[in-house]
């Protein structure tokens, strides 16, 4: 029985793109048809770009048709997180704010998938710029997880996660701030990479905290994550935070004879739901089994991270959103004074959590607490990113859980901050350092998907993923 077109991975999709078994406007329409069928639901998508991906569906197949094809990544169905600018296309952010917006030029990433030949599908749902775990932060509503309508898809990156879960595409970008792609890559059983900080650009990506963000890719398979890092790695002079590094290739390793992995003691304690602990050390026997060393390691300062992120993230958010006042950026209301505009602008335009978050980084940032709070975060950052570095010379990949739990029910959390933003525990310290990070996903509990995270050293994406395949591949 063959696999539905929706269904294809974008490596098989491209092998039967290429042996001319299927056409690029058959699988974009099967991928269509599978949002009008679901999205009313699973509220994925904000927007879908019917005749504009069928258009580039068509083009590509001429180009097939003449001999021609701009790689792997050609006639590839591909869904962007509404962080990420679509010229002349509208990007809400999930927010009031920005509900009318409609941007100028593309993202970087976007100019790549385009220029690979990528047939943009639309734009996913998210928490409103970024800031949340479930997707229930969006100004249009919350995304569900497709493997229970009760519960949440995680967060900020949901939206993108539920869509290729519920195969209404192939793959999708997100951004990652602090576990925005790999948390809800975990829940909903999906693979979710974010890649070391400067290896992809942030140019065209809502900025929420500049020094942690990072667009990475959300699919099916690892080699799938692969494929598309290869296309939208690489420097931009329009982001000087990009790295002038040798690119990202893929390497196929056989086994992991010779591959060091460490466990971090401090990942290991309370707070962790039995069935995630029980799935995730099935797979480190599987990552054993095929020849790799496993250890534990020291990781100090491991808990610190999780408060020096929500310092260091706070802080920027406040600085970022500071644009969005009602006159550069923003809902306008005419005739008020200038006090008065920016309160009904934020006040009208952004939700609670964004609020909190702005109100939390401001005081932080205020004279008298500047010291105290933000410079104190950034020197335990410093210790955080030596401490990686300690641990990477002892071994060559860290292992932990994705997350602490599966997946929540919707509007559990939301009235509890606190217990909403640990489950950030076992991602934002990749975030803080700067490496590399995927979620691969080790099974279900109760009926619900856990991910197993592997961590690697700065721009050594080759290793980190060669290792995810193999425990991909061998897993039961």
């Not at 770009?49 to 001429?62: N, P």
Request: charged content about 25%.
């Amino acid at each position: 029985m063959s696999t539905p077109l929706n269904e294809l991975t974008i490596s098989d999709a491209a092998r039967k793109l290429r042996a001319g078994d299927v056409s690029s406007r058959e699988i974009t329409d099967a991928c269509l048809k599978e949002i009008h069928s679901k999205n009313v639901t699973l509220n994925a998508f904000l927007d879908v770009y019917e005749e504009e991906a069928r258009l580039a569906a068509d083009r590509s197949d001429e180009r097939r048709a003449e001999g021609d094809s701009f790689g792997s990544l050609d006639g590839i169905p591909i869904a962007l997180k509404d962080n990420i600018l679509y010229q002349e296309k509208r990007c809400t952010a999930g927010s009031k704010m920005l509900a009318n917006y409609t941007a100028t030029t593309h993202a970087t990433v976007t100019r790549k998938l385009l220029e690979a030949g990528a047939v943009i599908l639309g734009k996913t749902n998210m928490d409103e710029f970024a800031m949340g775990s479930s997707t229930e932060h969006s100004a249009f509503g919350p995304t569900k997880n497709p493997r229970d309508l009760e519960r949440v898809p995680g967060g900020s990156s949901g939206g993108s996660a539920a869509a290729v879960a519920a195969r209404m595409c192939p793959a999708a970008l997100g951004s990652d701030t602090g576990g925005s792609i790999r948390q809800p890559a975990s829940f909903c059983g999906a693979v979710g990479l974010k890649p070391t900080y400067g290896r992809v650009s942030r140019s065209g990506l809502m900025a929420m905290a500049s020094s942690l963000d990072q667009i990475g890719p959300i699919t099916t398979t690892v080699e799938d994550a692969e494929t598309l890092l290869e296309v939208i790695q690489g420097y931009d002079s329009d982001d000087e935070t990009t790295a002038d590094v040798e690119n990202f290739s893929s390497v196929k390793r056989e086994s992991l004879s010779g591959v060091r992995i460490g466990l971090p003691k401090q990942a290991w304690g309370e707070g962790m739901d039995s069935g995630v602990r029980e799935r995730v050390e099935q797979a480190i026997r599987v990552l054993e089994e095929a020849g790799a060393k496993v250890k534990e390691v020291d990781l100090p300062y491991a808990d610190a991270a999780l408060a020096a992120y929500y310092l260091i993230m706070p802080c920027e958010v406040s600085a970022n959103m500071a644009r969005f006042d009602g006159i550069r950026y923003g809902i306008r209301t005419g005739g008020l004074p200038l006090f008065e505009t920016y309160a009904h602008a934020r006040a009208s335009g952004l939700g609670p959590e964004v609020r909190r978050r702005i109100l939390l980084g401001t005081y932080a940032l205020s004279r008298g607490y500047y010291e105290a709070y933000y410079l104190q975060a950034k020197k335990v950052q410093t210790l955080i990113r030596r401490a990686y570095q300690d641990a990477f010379e002892q071994v060559d990949l860290l292992v932990t859980p994705t997350a602490p739990t599966t997946a929540f029910k919707i509007g559990e959390k939301t009235s509890d901050p606190l217990t909403m933003y640990l489950e950030d525990i076992f991602t934002v310290g990749v975030n803080v350092a700067g490496v590399p990070a995927v979620s691969v996903p080790c099974g279900d509990f109760e009926g619900l998907p856990v991910g197993l995270q592997l961590v690697g050293k700065w721009f050594r994406e080759a290793e980190l993923l060669s290792a995810a395949r193999i425990y991909e591949e061998r897993r039961v």
